[in-house]
């Protein structure tokens, strides 16, 4: 078996992070994966996986997740409140849209949906400016744990790296 990078599991309160004073960015949300937040999330993470997560993952997210994105294919992500809880799935940003402030407006747009308490995300402990991200939004790191694979199917390096560069949570 081989290990991964860590994973750091963040919390924080949906209100404090979801709290936006003016967002100048358009953000478009629906229950369903549409063929408009697929575009943006594929072009964002740049995985070679997208098909795959439409067959699987996203049609047994529908009715229960939103999928937020910006439009031009800017930033894309997905939230689910279930409990009481909020958590964050695949948030990515595209590569020229970066260090913009556009993470955490999609961030907090997500969360202005939500009235859960509490929120939780996944991060590769690699993704220094994702971390920075949430702990700038009130998110704690609570603790980490390490995916084993075995040798030769590694996930980081089939996605080329972009699972590490968005933050690892699809």
């Given amino acids: 078996w081989e290990t991964q990078p860590p994973v750091v599991v963040m919390t924080g309160a949906t209100q404090a992070a979801g709290a936006v004073a003016d967002s100048d960015v358009e953000l478009v949300s629906a229950d369903v994966a549409t063929p408009d937040w697929l575009e ?3 072009h964002c993470d740049g995985r070679p996986d997208v ?3 439409v067959q699987t993952v996203f049609p047994r997210m529908a ?4 999928f937020v994105h ?3 294919s800017r930033a894309a992500g997905i939230s689910v409140e279930l409990d009481g809880i909020v958590g964050l799935f695949c948030i990515a940003v595209s590569p020229q849209h970066r260090r913009q402030g556009l993470g955490r407006k999609l961030v907090q747009g997500m969360l202005a949906q939500h ?3 509490l929120t939780y995300l996944q991060v590769w402990s690699g993704n220094t400016a994702g971390i920075a991200l949430y702990e ?3 998110f704690r790191e609570e603790y980490r744990y390490v995916h084993c694979v075995l040798p030769g ?3 980081e390096s089939s996605t080329g790296g ?3 560069a968005s933050g690892g949570g699809c």
């Fill in 51 to 53: 098909d795959a997560h």
């Fill in 63 to 66: 009715g229960m997740a939103r």
């Fill in 70 to 72: 910006a439009p031009g």
């Fill in 40 to 42: 943006a999330w594929a």
């Fill in 136 to 138: 700038s939004l009130g």
């Fill in 162 to 164: 972009a699972a590490a």
């Fill in 115 to 117: 009235d859960g308490p």
């Fill in 153 to 155: 199917s590694d996930p």
